[in-house]
T-cell receptor, first 115, second 112 residues
Framework: EPEVTQTPSHQVTQMGQEVILRCVPI?????FYWYRQILGQKVEFLVSFYNNEISEKSEIFDDQFSVERPDGSNFTLKIRSTKLEDSAMYFC?????????????FGQGTRLTVV | GDSVTQMEGPVTLSEEAFLTINCTYT??????LFWYVQYPGEGLQLLLK?????DKGSNKGFEATYRKETTSFHLEKGSVQVSDSAVYFC???????????FGKGTRLHILP
């Protein structure tokens, strides 16, 4: 069964450092997403991406964040200068169709710890 | 804005007990509703969904009915198993919107 894969599963980084989280979405999907879950809190939408551009983003997704699809398979989330409050589980997801048309498939997540 | 409220956990039940996890929502439009499950050490998996009023989503013995009049989407299972122990998230996606809005999640423990 096709699945969304994320690497690494756990990343520890020092405050102020740049971090890149990587995702390989399901191959025939066209819409890609990042969500995050701070420990003990709800899963929050960060950004959606379609046709090589951001289609929607939340207030959380400020100038410190960026997304990229550098090749035909990877989808990355970059945090330029990490803060302690960026510590969270980050989930990548993909779907065939956007706008709530089909279900989104989620990866297992990357746990980011900023120290 | 749109939001989802679900019952606080953890919920602890004995095997074969009846399960209900309550979920209510507020939405400006006419959303699709979902239940996602997160097993220990794994990602979010779609458990079931419903896209219009009175639809019933079902999977693995779990059911939820889209109730527009009460803006609810309660999750039920007649007889839970130890393997159902997980965190359950109620969620919605408004039509015309990319994002899924999640509730806080309810941790379920099933005792043998």
């Amino acid at each position: 069964e096709p699945e969304v894969t994320q690497t690494p599963s756990h990343q520890v980084t020092q405050m102020g450092q740049e971090v890149i989280l990587r995702c390989v979405p399901i191959s025939n999907h066209l819409y890609f997403y990042w969500y995050r879950q701070i420990l003990g809190q709800k899963v929050e939408f960060l950004v959606s991406f379609y046709n090589n551009e951001i289609s929607e983003k939340s207030e959380i997704f400020d100038d410190q964040f960026s997304v990229e699809r550098p090749d035909g398979s990877n989808f990355t989330l970059k945090i330029r200068s990490t803060k302690l409050e960026d510590s969270a589980m980050y989930f990548c997801a993909s779907s065939e169709v956007g706008r709530g048309g089909t279900e989104a498939f989620f990866g297992q997540g990357t746990r980011l710890t900023v120290v | 804005g749109d939001s989802v409220t679900q019952m606080e956990g953890p919920v602890t039940l004995s095997e074969e007990a009846f399960l209900t996890i309550n979920c209510t929502y507020t939405a400006t439009g006419y959303p699709s509703l979902f239940w996602y499950v997160q097993y220990p050490g794994e990602g979010l998996q779609l458990l079931l969904k419903a896209t219009k009023a009175d639809d019933k989503g079902s999977n693995k013995g779990f059911e939820a009915t889209y109730r527009k009049e009460t803006t609810s989407f309660h999750l039920e299972k007649g007889s839970v198993q130890v393997s159902d122990s997980a965190v359950y998230f109620c969620a919605l996606s408004d039509r015309g919107d990319d994002k899924i809005i999640f509730g806080k999640g309810t941790r379920l423990h099933i005792l043998p």
